[in-house]
């Protein structure tokens, strides 16, 4: 029998990180978690315990939505804690709903954030400062999609730092080609993770066990797929959530996948195999039939959080793509179908997804229509993510052939010394996932 507890499980990895984080003598810990498993709330539990042992911290977060949402956590945990946002000299730098909070202070420049106990802003920004005193502790978020140039820039302002982040998402961003650094323990490329433990291989690593986002019927599969060395467990079991509609399918394809998916958590909704434009127009208008489908039909969900039934509104539903111009095509299709709510549908990149949650999900798989498999599309942590930002359910739309494309394009990339092989690959993720996905295929 099964008696996995997954918030005691949690609570335990939760408790060693922050004893590692407050007491230990290393310089850095660093922590692994899979989608949805907590990290921010982590972050500001670290953050608040830090603080009050009187240890003043600086907090370093990749994006200025990351850094906003930081401190609107922050201030929500503890209203009373004197909280800095250091912001650029750009016109609107933060988001205007931190002047809510009485305790929460702006400033362009570092010196107006004097003796606050917790500052955060982006690295890039960061790396601007100048100071002659070092913060004693740092928490650097999402600490995977940091550049290792990008930490160097910012060491040495403080003494000790906690790094959280998840490893199964997409790599650094880089607009130039870093190919000649491979294999250096100071690729610039390279996230400030992997750098970090190349040079610091002793420095305790913690993983957070459970995934509150993901729902039991998804958590599996992305383990499987995606962390197969740092597996984890849903912190729901089956059942636990439920997604209904009150309005009958119509018999289309599109209501099809939909129940689909509303029963076993993934759907395919599977369009003849064929070589086609990037924006296949026929995939596109699918994804669309399927988004009014589930703003149309009265959806509701149940979960451990709401035992009474919550609307399916437009925001709790999102589209992803690989790409922009597909993006921008699936919210022409919407507008094009006169779907209620479109405008409140997130549609977007998995660059621009990632980190975020909704209810229902729908993915335009990235090698649908493809006559390649090229490293682009086969990235590990692009399908990584379009997997798994849903509670409830997860609707791929995706030509037929992909599997065999699969096979005709196995991985070329270059083997160089010293890079450490990514596993899995892209081309064995795809296979795990199409391979479940299958079971719950429909045909248009």
Not at 35 to 48: F, Q
Not at 327 to 332: E, F, G, I, L, T
Request: glycine share 6%; hydrophobic share 45%.
């Amino acid at each position: 029998m099964d008696e996995f507890d997954p918030s005691a499980a949690a609570d335990r990895a939760t408790t060693a990180i922050l004893r590692d984080t407050l007491y230990g003598e290393q310089r850095g810990v660093i922590v692994d978690s899979p989608p949805g498993a907590g990290k921010s709330t982590l972050v500001v539990r670290a953050a608040r315990e830090l603080a009050a042992a009187g240890r003043p911290l600086m907090v370093i977060a990749q994006t200025n939505a990351q850094v906003d949402d930081l401190v609107d956590r922050l201030a929500r945990a503890d209203p009373e804690l004197p909280v800095g946002r250091l912001h650029s000299s750009d016109p609107e730098p933060y988001d205007p709903m931190l002047d809510q909070h009485p305790a929460v202070r702006t400033a362009a420049r570092i010196d107006d954030l004097a003796g606050l106990d917790i500052v955060v802003s982006t690295a890039a920004k960061w790396a601007w400062v100048r100071t002659d005193t070092r913060w004693p502790q740092a928490i650097v978020d999402e600490a995977y999609q940091m550049r290792s140039d990008a930490l160097l820039a910012v060491a040495g302002l403080f003494e000790r730092a906690l790094f959280v982040g998840d490893p199964g998402q997409l790599d650094p961003f880089s607009q130039v080609v870093a190919e000649q650094w491979a294999g250096l323990s100071y690729d610039p490329s390279a996230s400030a993770v992997s750098t970090l433990l190349a040079h610091n291989p002793e420095l305790p690593q913690h993983r957070l066990p459970v995934s509150w986002r993901l729902p039991a019927s998804a958590a599996p599969l992305v383990s499987a797929a995606f962390y197969p060395y740092t597996p984890f467990r849903s912190g729901t079991g089956p059942g636990d959530r439920r997604l209904t509609f009150g309005v009958p399918a119509d018999g289309s394809a599109a209501d099809a996948v939909i129940d689909e998916a509303a029963t076993g958590g993934w759907g395919l909704l599977e369009l003849p195999a064929r070589h086609t434009p990037r924006t296949d127009p026929e995939a596109v208008g699918a994804v669309a039939e399927v988004v009014r489908g589930l703003v149309t039909r009265r959806g509701a969900t149940t979960s451990e959080r709401d035992t009474v039934a919550v609307p399916l509104t437009p925001e709790r539903v999102a589209v992803g793509t690989a790409h922009r111009d597909q993006a921008a095509a699936v919210r022409s299709a919407l507008a094009d179908l006169e779907v209620p709510g479109a405008a409140e549908v997130t549609v977007d990149t998995a660059n621009r997804l990632q980190g975020r949650e909704f209810d229902v999900t729908v993915v335009l798989h990235p090698l649908s229509g493809r006559p390649d498999a090229t490293a682009f599309h086969l990235e590990t942590g692009r399908l990584c993510v379009l997997a798994s930002r849903h509670r409830h359910a997860c609707v791929v739309v995706c030509r037929a052939g992909v599997p065999e494309l699969l096979d005709a394009h196995p991985s070329t990339e270059p083997v160089q010394l010293g890079v450490t092989v990514k596993f899995p690959d892209g081309w064995e993720a795809n296979h795990a996932i199409l391979a479940h996905l299958a079971t719950h295929r429909v045909r248009c």
